[in-house]
């Protein structure tokens, strides 16, 4: 295996040089730099990831703290946020945390437990009360999700309220009135489903239309098809009438398709259906899926880098160095509804 010091010698330059420039150093001569990376492209030299770290007391990993990758949305984010590290020169621990209250506790303690730098966290379990834990995380934290913790921490999220509103008005536009609102937790008092419940009220309110409690489907066990599917059966099974369906995320839309499908019911025709994050499975479904599209690729590469940017500025204050420490970031990513085959055609 070749060395620093072979690199050095096949270049004809110092092994400090070589160091330099595999470190980004700006102050190099192009020509320098040049020859220095043709022998390490000639040699084959592989940076040794180890020795880099206890140098700078950096690894050039994040974490990525999620409740589970069997959901698809979790599973896509997390390639996404793959692919921006990539782009920001840095790898990607991934840790999938069961919606467990202590393994998001324990995700907060990485650097204990994880050679990262910084932890990007999608809490599910984690409670207002926790906002203090949060706050003192031994490492630059961003989270995934709705700013309900605490203004101090740095936050990436969907607009899920406005993203809501925007999918049950599309159902209001066609004439839909007994919209049904699919993945109801009754544990979460705050967060993405809360959030995604209001939209649909507010949408509701707007058009003079009450909230009926007979429209509610339920889905405590978790935002995957087969509660879906079981929610708006337990509707239908109950006599309710139902001529839409705002389902809180795609998965739960999927399984709703295939309930009423099963019980002959016609998509669009009888019954309109929305879901919500826009996961590759919707423009494949029987019918293709509308929904809300929340900005995944988005949350992905401005959670990197906000992340990055962290990590710098905390090296910059352990080293000394002057630096700007930016105040908390609250970033939402643009939305938009994607309109397919499970709502009726746009008219004009």
């Known amino acids: 295996m070749a ?23 700006p102050h190099i001569r192009e020509e320098t730099r040049a020859r220095v990376l043709a022998a390490v492209a000639e040699l084959d030299y592989e940076v040794n990831p180890t020795a880099r770290s206890l140098r700078s007391g950096r690894t050039g990993v994040i974490g990525l703290a999620v409740p589970e ?33 202590e393994r998001e506790l324990e995700a907060l303690q990485a650097t204990r437990r994880w050679p ?20 003192r995380a031994n490492l630059p934290l961003v989270l995934l999700g709705e700013q309900v913790f605490s203004p101090e921490v740095d ?32 544990k979460t008092p ?37 509660q879906g599917a079981r929610a708006i059966a337990r509707i239908l099974d109950a006599g309710t009438a139902v001529d839409g369906v705002f389902a809180l995320n795609d998965a739960l839309a999927l ?8 019980r002959g019911l016609a998509v669009p025709e009888d019954v309109a259906v929305v879901g919500f994050d826009d996961i590759e499975d919707a423009a494949y479904s029987r019918p293709t899926l509308t929904t809300v599209d929340g900005g995944r690729r988005e949350i992905a590469e401005a959670a990197v880098e906000l ?12 080293a000394r160095r002057p630096v700007e420490v930016a105040p908390p970031v609250l970033h939402l990513a643009q939305m938009r509804l994607v309109e397919r085959e499970s709502t009726p055609a746009p008219q004009g």
């Open 3 to 25: 060395t620093m010091a072979d690199v050095a010698r096949l270049a004809g330059v110092s092994v400090k040089t070589v160091s330099n420039v595999l470190n980004g150093y």
């Open 255 to 262: 399984g709703v398709l295939a309930e009423l499908r099963a």
């Open 307 to 318: 992340l990055c940017r962290r990590i710098e500025e905390r090296a910059a204050l352990r």
């Open 116 to 135: 990262v730098d910084g932890l990007l966290m999608s809490p599910a379990e984690l409670t207002q009360d926790d906002a203090p834990l949060l706050e």
């Open 190 to 226: 705050a967060g993405t489903s809360q959030l995604r419940f209001e939209g649909y009220r507010q949408a509701l309110a707007e058009h003079g239309l009450e909230i009926d409690e007979r429209l509610f489907g339920w889905a405590d066990d978790g935002w995957h098809r087969g």
């Open 69 to 101: 990758l069997g959901q698809p949305y979790f599973g896509e984010l997390a390639d996404e946020v793959l692919a921006a590290a990539r782009r920001h020169g840095v790898q990607v621990f991934i840790e999938p945390t069961g919606y467990s209250r």
């Open 155 to 186: 936050h990436v999220t969907s607009r899920n309220l406005e993203g809501a509103r925007a999918a049950t008005e599309l159902l209001l536009r066609h004439g839909r009135r007994r919209i049904a609102v699919v993945g109801l937790l009754h």
